[in-house]
Structure formats: structure tokens, C-alpha cells
């Protein structure tokens, strides 16, 4: 401010001098106001420029000056600089916020006091149907119409969440989506939605296990008890208590069979995968399920004219198929309880055809194809759920306890080989395992 001063007053003394040299005192003071105007007129365009400056606030087209309006042109474009930085912080922790939204995998909905959306991440958009560009400011309750979630934002109760069915739910796959309101700011609010069909389904499975079990054990103790109480207060001749005793033991063995199949998935579900240094030849595995479907066959059709068909890969083709790396009496066991299932569920005179093929990968497929009555498709996810039976009467009658699918989905997991089925009513049912080709050679 000093210098501003003196500048002023130096003008107006070059001014009044330059003036007193042409036209005596009065020209001197003649000239010392056309110089205080000169200067003034000078300073104003200066501030000017800053002002038309700062109107733009583009620091690319700052005033370059000295004086006070060169110290307030530089220090507002520092304060500009500032400012910028701290908005690209700013925004820079905004796009890493959303981007770590986009990330979760539950679905997130930023709602404003009216219910319109501000922003939604893409696991949102797919589990709503939802454009997330297109549809922002557009009401959520214009966009998800169940009744559910109508009811549920209605009554402004957001202390818990509501189960709603997935839009790409189907009969045979069911969705259901969680999702949960919660309240924030002036008004706005955070809607969360995460996929909970394999929760669900999980817990359905628990509790289906559990009935399942009990079912399976009540019902052969209580014919026990039923036998036992029987022998204990009735006179039976030696015929009658011997059918008794014989029909007790078949209910024992039974309940042992379902014990010893709860055993072996548990043992399964604890043991480590197997490793590969235990090689076994095709040829002896697929040998010793064959040995065992004849004479399950034999066993399940007596005296009848016309009994299972079953074909059979050629010993010579099956020593050109190598060996395979695993457990042996696992592998057997889930090769086996396949073929045998075909057997159970083909009416006398069918066939069943088992068939093993290598793959240009180095990759095997064990197929067990047969001409039963097929499988309703909406039944085939479930197979593999211990205790699930299509039939549950015929599934008893043939001795089976509901498990053996379960143990062969782990055996095949444990030795990384995957099962598909393929099935028709009406036209029977292809079981195939595909197996990895490092445990091949």
C-alpha cells in the first residue's frame, strides 16, 4: 500500500513539474490533475482486467502484474488452485468410492427423500432390471412393482429386510433377492439387495436333511419296536418268530445302511483331496462294475424271459484306455452306484450302456445311458441332495437309501471330475462323468 502511494504521488510530481516547466504555477497544478486522472484511469483498467478475470476464474488466463492488483491477481489464483485441488480430491475419492460400490457384490441404490435414484451400481441394475444411466431420478417404485417391496416401502418400517423373487427366476432355478432400506442424511435413502437363493436353498436342504434323517431311522425303529414288543408279550410258533426276527433284520440293515452312507459322505467332506500317485487301470475298475451290475441284474430279475440288457466297452478297447490317478475303491463305488441306479430304475427287458471315451484334450467321459422312464427336468438340480427321491416308494423298494448320488458328487469332486445330467420321460436318462486329463494316462 506504500508503494501504491508512492507511485500515485510520483506521478502527480512528474505531472506538476513537467507542467510548471511549460506554463508557470498554474500549469503545474494543471498538470498534476491530469495526472492523478491519467493514473487513476491506469489503475482502474488494471483492476478491471482482474475482475474480468476473476468472472471467468480460468487460470490459464490470469493477469500477469505487479503492484496490489498483481498481489490480488496472484493470490486468487492461488486460492483457484487450491480450490481445483481440493475438488479433484475430492473427486478422485468420490469415483474411488463408487468404484469400490461397483466392486461389492451386493446391489446398492442411492434413493433421494422422493424415492427417485440418484445411482446405482451394475449388480443392482441386473438384479432390478434397471438402466443405470437411463433410469436416474426415475421413482424405484415405478421400477420394482412386486407387491412385497410396494408394502414394505410403504410402511416405513426399514428395521428388517424383505425376500423378494429374483426377475430371472424360473421354475426350475428360483432367484430370491434380499433386499434392506436404510435411512440416511436429510431424507435419502441406501437401498442393499444381495442374492440369497443359495442361502435359502441351503437352509431348505438343513432342514430337508433333518426331517430326512429322522424319517429314515424312525421308521424302521419303530417296526423294531413294533416286532420287539410283539415277541415280548405274544406265544408265536417257532414259523412266526422266525419271519419276525427275519423282517427285524432287514429294518436293522436298513438303518446300518443309511448309518454307514452318512458315515462315508462325512468321511468324504473331511479327507483331503486324493493326490495322483495311486494309478489304477481302466480296464480292472470298469471290470469289477460290470461283475457287480450283471449280478445286480440277476438278483432284480429271476425267472424272467427277457432281463437287462447291458453293454459293455471290450476288453480291448478298455487297455488301450490306460489308467486313472485316485482311490480306487472310491472311484469304483461312484462308477458303480451310476450303473446300478440304471439297473434299479430300467424295467425288465431295457438296456443300459456303459461307454468310456478319451477326448483329443486327454480328457475321459464315462457315460451310463439307459432306457428307463426318464427324469422330470425340474427334479435333476436335486439328484445329488442326499435323501432326494424322485419316487420315494420305488426308491425303497429297490433298496436305495437316497444317498448314493450324494457320495458320488463328492468322490467325482474330490478327484475334480463333474457330473451332467441329461434325462427324458418317457426316453430314459444319459449320467455323465467327464474326468480331468492330469489324472489320465
Given at each position: 500500500?506504500?508503494?501504491?502511494?508512492?507511485?500515485?504521488?510520483?506521478?502527480?510530481?512528474?505531472?506538476?513539474?513537467?507542467?510548471?516547466?511549460?506554463?508557470?504555477?498554474?500549469?503545474?497544478?494543471?498538470?498534476?490533475?491530469?495526472?492523478?486522472?491519467?493514473?487513476?484511469?491506469?489503475?482502474?483498467?488494471?483492476?478491471?482486467?482482474?475482475?474480468?478475470?476473476?468472472?471467468?476464474?480460468?487460470?490459464?488466463?490470469a493477469?500477469?502484474?505487479?503492484?496490489?492488483?498483481?498481489?490480488?491477481?496472484?493470490?486468487a489464483?492461488?486460492?483457484?488452485?487450491?480450490?481445483?485441488?481440493?475438488?479433484?480430491?475430492s473427486?478422485?475419492?468420490?469415483?474411488?468410492?463408487?468404484?469400490?460400490?461397483?466392486?461389492t457384490?451386493?446391489?446398492?441404490?442411492?434413493?433421494?427423500?422422493?424415492?427417485?435414484?440418484?445411482?446405482?451400481?451394475?449388480?443392482?441394475?441386473?438384479?432390478?432390471?434397471?438402466?443405470?444411466?437411463?433410469?436416474?431420478?426415475?421413482?424405484?417404485?415405478?421400477?420394482?412393482?412386486?407387491?412385497?417391496?410396494?408394502?414394505?416401502?410403504?410402511?416405513?418400517?426399514?428395521?428388517?429386510?424383505?425376500?423378494?423373487?429374483?426377475?430371472?427366476?424360473?421354475?426350475?432355478?428360483?432367484?430370491?433377492?434380499?433386499?434392506?432400506?436404510?435411512?440416511?442424511?436429510?431424507?435419502?435413502?441406501?437401498?442393499?439387495?444381495?442374492?440369497?437363493?443359495?442361502?435359502e436353498?441351503?437352509?431348505?436342504?438343513?432342514?430337508?436333511?433333518?426331517?430326512?434323517?429322522?424319517?429314515?431311522?424312525?421308521?424302521?425303529?419303530?417296526?423294531?419296536?413294533?416286532?420287539?414288543?410283539?415277541?415280548?408279550?405274544?406265544?408265536?410258533?417257532?414259523?412266526?418268530?422266525?419271519?419276525?426276527?427275519?423282517?427285524?433284520?432287514?429294518?436293522?440293515?436298513?438303518?446300518?445302511?443309511?448309518?454307514?452312507?452318512?458315515?462315508?459322505?462325512?468321511?468324504?467332506?473331511?479327507?483331503?483331496?486324493?493326490?495322483?500317485?495311486?494309478?489304477?487301470?481302466?480296464?480292472?475298475?470298469l471290470?469289477?462294475?460290470?461283475?457287480?451290475?450283471?449280478?445286480?441284474?440277476?438278483?432284480?430279475?429271476?425267472?424272467?424271459a427277457?432281463?437287462?440288457?447291458?453293454?459293455?466297452?471290450?476288453?480291448?478297447?478298455?487297455?488301450?484306455?490306460?489308467?486313472?490317478a485316485g482311490?480306487?475303491?472310491?472311484?469304483?463305488?461312484?462308477?458303480?452306484?451310476?450303473?446300478?441306479?440304471?439297473?434299479?430304475?430300467?424295467?425288465?427287458?431295457?438296456?443300459?450302456?456303459?461307454?468310456?471315451?478319451?477326448?483329443?484334450?486327454?480328457?475321459?467321459?464315462?457315460?451310463?445311458?439307459?432306457?428307463?422312464?426318464?427324469?422330470?427336468?425340474?427334479h435333476?438340480?436335486?439328484?445329488?441332495?442326499?435323501?432326494?427321491?424322485?419316487?420315494?416308494?420305488?426308491?425303497?423298494?429297490?433298496?436305495?437309501?437316497?444317498?448314493?448320488?450324494?457320495?458320488?458328487?463328492?468322490?467325482?469332486?474330490?478327484h475334480?471330475?463333474?457330473?451332467?445330467?441329461?434325462?427324458?420321460?418317457?426316453?430314459?436318462?444319459?449320467?455323465?462323468?467327464?474326468?480331468?486329463?492330469?489324472?489320465?494316462?
Open positions: 500500500m506504500f508503494w501504491r502511494f508512492v507511485f500515485f504521488l510520483t506521478w502527480q510530481l512528474a505531472g506538476g513539474g513537467l507542467g510548471w516547466w511549460r506554463a508557470g504555477p498554474w500549469g503545474a497544478a494543471a498538470g498534476a490533475a491530469v495526472a492523478a486522472w491519467a493514473w487513476f484511469v491506469w489503475d482502474l483498467s488494471r483492476g478491471a482486467r482482474v475482475l474480468l478475470w476473476l468472472r471467468t476464474g480460468e487460470l490459464a488466463k493477469p500477469n502484474m505487479r503492484g496490489m492488483w498483481g498481489e490480488a491477481a496472484d493470490r489464483r492461488r486460492l483457484l488452485r487450491q480450490s481445483e485441488a481440493r475438488e479433484q480430491d473427486l478422485s475419492r468420490l469415483h474411488e468410492i463408487l468404484a469400490a460400490l461397483q466392486a457384490p451386493n446391489g446398492v441404490v442411492l434413493l433421494d427423500s422422493e424415492g427417485h435414484i440418484e445411482w446405482c451400481n451394475q449388480i443392482a441394475a441386473s438384479q432390478f432390471g434397471i438402466d443405470a444411466q437411463r433410469d436416474v431420478m426415475q421413482s424405484i417404485g415405478n421400477l420394482v412393482r412386486d407387491p412385497d417391496f410396494s408394502a414394505y416401502y410403504a410402511a416405513h418400517d426399514f428395521s428388517h429386510d424383505v425376500v423378494l423373487q429374483g426377475r430371472d427366476s424360473k421354475p426350475s432355478r428360483p432367484v430370491r433377492i434380499s433386499v434392506h432400506l436404510h435411512p440416511y442424511g436429510d431424507g435419502r435413502k441406501l437401498l442393499l439387495s444381495r442374492d440369497v437363493t443359495a442361502l436353498q441351503a437352509d431348505a436342504m438343513r432342514r430337508d436333511f433333518v426331517a430326512n434323517v429322522s424319517h429314515e431311522i424312525r421308521t424302521p425303529l419303530t417296526v423294531l419296536i413294533g416286532f420287539v414288543e410283539t415277541l415280548q408279550t405274544l406265544q408265536l410258533s417257532p414259523q412266526e418268530r422266525n419271519r419276525y426276527l427275519g423282517m427285524m433284520a432287514q429294518q436293522a440293515s436298513r438303518m446300518q445302511s443309511v448309518v454307514q452312507d452318512l458315515l462315508t459322505l462325512s468321511r468324504l467332506e473331511g479327507s483331503p483331496p486324493p493326490g495322483i500317485s495311486e494309478w489304477t487301470p481302466v480296464q480292472a475298475l471290470h469289477r462294475c460290470e461283475e457287480e451290475a450283471r449280478a445286480l441284474s440277476s438278483l432284480l430279475t429271476p425267472n424272467q427277457r432281463p437287462h440288457v447291458l453293454g459293455f466297452p471290450a476288453l480291448e478297447q478298455l487297455r488301450a484306455m490306460g489308467d486313472i482311490v480306487p475303491a472310491e472311484l469304483q463305488s461312484a462308477l458303480s452306484n451310476i450303473i446300478n441306479n440304471a439297473i434299479r430304475y430300467t424295467p425288465v427287458g431295457g438296456s443300459i450302456t456303459v461307454t468310456w471315451e478319451r477326448s483329443s484334450d486327454g480328457s475321459a467321459l464315462f457315460s451310463v445311458r439307459d432306457t428307463g422312464p426318464g427324469i422330470a427336468a425340474e435333476i438340480p436335486r439328484l445329488t441332495e442326499r435323501f432326494y427321491r424322485v419316487d420315494r416308494s420305488r426308491s425303497r423298494e429297490t433298496g436305495g437309501t437316497g444317498l448314493g448320488l450324494a457320495i458320488v458328487k463328492h468322490v467325482l469332486q474330490r475334480g471330475a463333474s457330473l451332467n445330467i441329461a434325462s427324458e420321460v418317457g426316453k430314459g436318462s444319459t449320467f455323465s462323468v467327464s474326468f480331468p486329463a492330469n489324472r489320465l494316462r
